[in-house]
């Protein structure tokens, strides 16, 4: 009796994950751009390269951003960035984790719905609870969300030394683009 | 007993099921960190050295693709020439230059010293490039040639044939090997060769070989500490100058680098500062100066 209870638990979790990946959407793809004006000198990145997993039965999301793989229209600019700014060294990467409110699973296929993502964003180490507003949207059995919001390093701890202050806007504008497709298998089986 | 068990599990069970939606959400992140982290993913290593310049020599670095550099490179007098001379900085030597990414790899240069009037024109490729993940390269390759004339007019002694233009030809080649050892810490190695088409006796060396170090170690994100040292091999023209030995401050301001430098050479290219310095350090045979990189973005980056 024992054993077989042993073996029946571990099993019975396993069921509970299987159901809950269900509605499970994920990109390694996505696209995220920030911009910032100054009157000297515009300063603009992409990256393409963001992960992001949303699961539409919980309203979860988690977005991952590999710092590296921005890319900026001087190289010079991409390096202070990634050595100095972001010390993308000590902290690869940016995240969020949180939750997508007021989605109306039934009629996602319909058209655009404005939501709000709330949840905690990461950079450079420091998190902040932060609540943005977005757009989601089920096309060709892709989840297509978006989101656009603003972002003052020196609430990160992004240090900008005095020389270049005035050349870098007090907060930088984020854009997020996400075009998850759906996760089929069990979120332990890994695509090869 | 299993009646105890089964409830402790049960209960345990249910405790897990409760505790679960407060972790479901940094799950999500875990498991999507899981499948987005490919620790095999090859990752070059960025930002050996600030700059293409290290104190007098050239580093692995090259302005990225469609990147053009001006560089001012300046030499003082020396420290110990008295303070009728401000201490040197009544005198100066000169180098302005330009450098020109092709490539990521490839880059281009031409510049003009002073000294001898001397023009002279580079190629630069990155042939290897220091790398994490799959496959990681531990070090970073970068090969330079380069080729200098001289440009001054040579006295004419009547009835002596004069010197033709290829005597005003001398050619540097240089392996530059490099590792980014930690954030703060590079170090460069250069195996040297210099050719010079035209000596001024027969006991100097046309081939001069020689090898030489570089360091790199940063004091703050914005400023680092460098070093570099020319061995010159065992030879007439080691007998007769002294190697090139530079200490330098690298300080980085936006899109500035600004380089201050100590050395004992006033040549500003290698086939100068390599075969032909002349300085004692000792004797307070010392030459202050900078270099200022300014770069310009020609083709951008982005799509």
Same mark, same amino acid.
């Given at each position: 009796m024992k054993r077989f209870l042993f073996l029946f638990i571990p099993t019975l979790l396993a069921a509970a994950g299987a159901t809950m990946a269900q509605g499970r959407y994920l990109t390694k793809t996505g696209r995220v751009t920030f911009f910032s004006a100054s009157p000297i000198e515009d300063i603009e990145a992409q990256n393409q390269q963001a992960g992001a997993m949303i699961d539409l039965g919980s309203g979860q999301v988690a977005i991952s951003i590999p710092i590296r793989s921005f890319t900026f229209k001087r190289t010079l600019m991409q390096e202070h960035f990634n050595?100095?700014?972001?010390e993308s060294d000590k902290f690869p990467k940016a995240t969020f984790s949180g939750k997508l409110l007021g989605t109306n699973a039934a009629t996602l296929g319909q058209g655009q719905q404005k939501v709000t993502v709330e949840g905690d964003l990461t950079i450079h180490g420091v998190t902040h609870h932060v609540t943005v507003p977005g757009v989601v949207e089920l096309k060709n059995n892709q989840l297509q969300a978006t989101a656009t919001f603003s972002v003052a390093p020196a609430d990160y701890k992004i240090e900008i030394p005095l020389l270049v202050r005035d050349k870098i806007a007090k907060t930088v504008s984020v854009r997020v683009a996400l075009a998850c497709d759906p996760v089929? %298998?069990?979120? =332990?089986a890994k695509t090869p | 007993m299993n009646r105890t068990l089964y409830s402790l599990l049960l209960t345990g069970g249910l405790l897990l099921g409760a505790a679960a939606p407060a972790l479901a959400q940094d799950d999500l992140l875990n498991e999507l960190e899981k499948e %987005?982290?490919?620790?095999?993913r090859r990752e070059v290593v960025q930002?050996?050295?600030?700059? %293409?310049?290290?104190v007098n020599s050239q580093s692995i670095e090259t302005p990225g693709k469609g990147t053009l550099a001006f560089l001012i490179q300046h030499r003082f007098g020396?420290?110990?020439?008295?303070a009728y001379e401000f201490f040197g900085l009544d005198q100066a030597e000169l180098r302005l230059s330009f450098e020109y990414g092709l490539s990521n790899r490839l880059a281009l240069g031409v510049g003009r010293t002073k000294l001898g009037k001397t023009f002279d024109g580079f190629v630069k490729y990155r042939a290897l490039q220091q790398s994490t993940g799959a496959?990681?390269?531990?070090v970073s390759l970068s090969l330079l040639a380069s080729a200098a004339i001289v440009t001054t007019k040579f006295a004419t002694v009547p009835g002596v044939e004069g010197r033709d233009a290829s005597s005003r030809l001398a050619y540097t080649y240089q392996a530059l090997l490099a590792r980014?050892? =930690?954030? =703060?810490l590079s170090i460069q190695l250069m195996p040297t060769l210099i050719h010079r088409?035209?000596?001024? %006796?027969?006991?100097?060396?046309n081939d001069v070989y020689a090898l030489g170090g570089a360091i790199r170690q940063k004091v703050s994100k914005r400023i680092a500490l460098t070093a570099d040292y020319f061995y010159v091999l065992p030879g007439h023209t080691a007998d007769t100058y002294r190697n090139a030995a530079g200490l330098g401050v690298d300080i980085e301001t936006g899109g500035h680098v600004f380089q201050l430098h100590f050395t004992n =050479?006033?040549?500003?290219?290698e086939s100068q500062f390599v075969p032909q310095t002349s300085g004692n350090i000792w004797d307070g045979d010392i030459y202050f100066g900078f270099t200022v990189a300014r770069n310009f973005t020609v083709k951008s980056n982005l799509k």
């Open positions: 050595e100095n700014y972001l089929a %298998t069990t979120p =332990s | %987005t982290t490919d620790p095999q930002a050996t050295f600030k700059g %293409t310049h290290i020396t420290l110990n020439s008295g496959g990681a390269m531990p980014k050892f =930690s954030p =703060s088409n035209y000596v001024d %006796t027969d006991a100097e060396q =050479s006033q040549g500003l290219i």
